[in-house]
């Protein structure tokens, strides 16, 4: 069964300690990203890679680091330094069409809760 | 950076009705529109995306229109149904020249469809 699969579904982290969301897809698709989504946010770019051993910064990377060092997996560190990471992370895919990504197909999310 | 602005935040429509909703760009470079639709619960799917080269493309009951002059694009579902229920989100990117988009999304319109 092809897809992106992300665990764990649901996190609990004390303040000050690192957690790590893992991220995998067997949809052979060359690009990767993690989005954040909050309420009434939309989607906030975190970080982003489009091949191996390659990835940048989006939007908010301030708190977070990432590694790709298999085309499947690219997991996403939240690091203590993020000062609000309460949200629901989610992470996604896309092929390549002719050289050109598009459609992101996103797995089913991850949702961290700081205590 | 892009910006995208989404209108309106929340949406009620009776079934059989139409609903609209519009998002604003300010890249003037951005040439890749997508919209996806996040039920309760569920991952973001891609429902409609359209190119600057068009002005408009169909899909059954979904619609979305491009006036790039205005920097703004809608989507128009029509004949709604309950299982139309859902948040929409609207994206906009230029392409990188690296063979992906990054996307900026908007922050969401609800749609609720009564019965």
């Known amino acids: 069964d092809g897809g992106i699969t992300q665990s764990p579904k649901y996190l609990f982290r004390k303040e000050g300690q690192n957690v790590t969301l893992s991220c995998e897809q067997n949809l052979n698709h060359d690009a990767m990203y993690w989005y954040r989504q909050d309420p009434g946010q939309g989607l906030r770019l975190i970080y982003y890679?489009?091949?191996?051993?390659?990835?940048q910064k989006g939007d908010i990377a301030e708190g977070y680091s990432v590694s790709r060092e298999k085309k499947e997996s690219f997991p996403l560190t939240v690091t203590s330094a993020q000062k609000n990471p309460t949200a629901f992370y989610l992470c996604?895919?896309?092929?390549?069409?002719?050289?050109?990504?598009?459609?992101?197909?996103f797995g089913e999310g991850s949702r961290l809760t700081v205590l | 950076g892009e910006n995208v602005e989404q209108h309106p935040s929340t949406l009620s429509v009776q079934e059989g009705d139409s609903a609209v909703i519009k998002c604003t760009y300010s890249d003037s470079a951005s040439n890749y529109f997508p919209w996806y639709k996040q039920e309760l619960g569920k991952r973001p799917q891609l429902i409609i995306d359209i190119r600057s080269n068009v002005g408009e493309k169909k899909d059954q009951r979904i619609a979305v229109t491009l006036n790039k002059t205005a920097k703004h694009f809608s989507l128009h579902i029509t004949e709604t149904q309950p299982e139309d229920s859902a948040v929409y989100f609207c994206a906009a990117s230029p392409f990188s020249g690296a063979g992906s988009y990054q996307l900026t999304f908007g922050k969401g319109t609800k749609l609720s469809v009564i019965p």
């Open positions: 996604a895919s896309s092929p390549r069409n002719r050289g050109i990504t598009g459609e992101l197909f």
């Open positions: 890679s489009q091949i191996v051993n390659d990835f």
